[in-house]
């Protein structure tokens, strides 16, 4: 079946600039998280998703960031006023219902010129 | 803030030899989770063992975790060129909410 899908692939934007990234998680699941790789280094969580419960927030670095679920299903991560530290790699994950295994996408490799 | 913290930083080994791994953390877990990224791909989940458990195999992957020690370890044996990838350990406290280290970069030479 389909894994996580992530677009763009990859993101070239101008400092100053907000950017959108999306992400389609596996049909059926119910959780879905958002993290962020810098180069070098492990994740950093940033938000997560379960169901119609409020999102757990803790890990947005900003209030530049943010993020929304809509109807379950696909999650859109919006980076506003961009600076070259979101310099980046932003992973989304999803997980069937009463499983901790998180199903990784390939990412969004974001660079902030 | 990192909780795990994996060891070596890096590991170069010939095909057939055994790979071990070791990732520490740092308060109390409910799962620990190692995941494999190959060079640029995403993560790919491959073992979760709760904290009650000792020791979990699966396939040429063999987890141990000593929640005394806030340590685990992942063994790969006889080695493939396949298993050249970045392993990552990674804990939770409550189900959600991975707390990754920054990685062992595994090396397997023909």
């Known amino acids: 079946g389909a894994g996580v899908s992530q677009s763009p692939s990859n993101k070239v934007t101008e400092k100053g600039k907000d950017v959108e990234l999306r992400c389609d998680p596996i049909s059926g699941h119910t959780a879905l998280y958002w993290y962020r790789q810098s180069l070098g280094q492990g994740l950093e969580f940033l938000i997560y998703f379960q169901g119609n419960s409020a999102p757990d927030k803790s890990g947005l670095p900003s209030d530049r960031f943010s993020a929304e679920r809509t109807g379950g299903s696909v999650s859109t991560l919006t980076i506003q006023r961009t600076q070259q530290e979101d310099s980046a790699v932003y992973l989304c994950?999803?997980?069937?219902?009463?499983?901790?295994?998180?199903?990784f996408g390939p990412g969004t490799r974001l660079t902030v010129t | 803030s990192q909780q795990g913290e994996e060891d070596p930083q890096a590991l170069s080994i010939q095909e057939g030899e055994n790979a071990t791994m070791n990732c520490s953390y740092k308060t109390s877990i409910n799962n620990l989770q190692w995941y494999r990224q190959n060079s640029g791909r995403g993560l790919v989940h491959l073992i979760l063992?709760?904290?009650?458990?000792r020791e979990k195999h699966s396939g040429r992957l063999r987890v141990t975790l000593d929640t005394s020690k806030k340590s685990s370890s992942l063994l790969i044996t006889a080695s493939r060129a396949a298993d050249t990838a970045s392993y990552f350990c990674?804990?939770?406290?409550?189900?959600?909410?991975?707390?990754f280290g920054a990685g062992t970069t595994v090396t397997v030479r023909a």
């Open positions: 063992i709760r904290s009650n458990e």
């Open positions: 994950a999803s997980s069937p219902p009463g499983r901790d295994e998180q199903y």
């Open positions: 990674a804990t939770d406290k409550w189900g959600y909410k991975l707390s």
